[in-house]
């Protein structure tokens, strides 16, 4: 795995958790408490683009972190993460233009 899978893996994750959020049926809490509000449609879509938006902020802000290109509880270093093989995942520096590639660039 290097920087690229990595960043698009933890979009894909990203992905997985905000529909599981986003259910109508949906078994998580958010889910729950989403179907509690009983909003319209038009509501439904901004309080979705709501959930959507802090998840990305969250999980681009993370990585940032992970990078050294952000704080994280208000310390700033490069992580070093290494996979069960003991093969690093991605250089220090890496990440960031990953990161942006699948959080924060429109389609």
């Known amino acids: ?3 690229d899978e990595f960043a698009k893996a933890c979009k894909d994750e990203m ?3 905000f ?3 986003i259910s109508k049926d949906g078994e998580t809490a958010v889910a729950r408490h989403l179907a509690k509000l009983n909003l319209k449609e038009d509501k439904r879509i901004i309080a979705e683009k709501m959930i959507r938006d802090v998840m990305t902020d969250v999980y681009y802000g ?3 972190s992970l990078d050294g290109e952000s704080t994280m ?3 700033q270093l490069q992580y ?3 996979d069960e093989g003991g093969n690093l995942v991605f250089e220090p ?3 960031e233009a990953d990161a942006w590639k699948y959080f924060q660039e429109k389609e």
Do not use: A
């Open 19 to 21: 529909r599981s959020y």
């Open 15 to 17: 992905e997985i958790i």
């Open 1 to 3: 795995m290097n920087s």
């Open 93 to 95: 520096g890496e990440l």
């Open 62 to 64: 993370f990585l940032l």
């Open 80 to 82: 070093k993460l290494y």
């Open 73 to 75: 509880g208000g310390i």
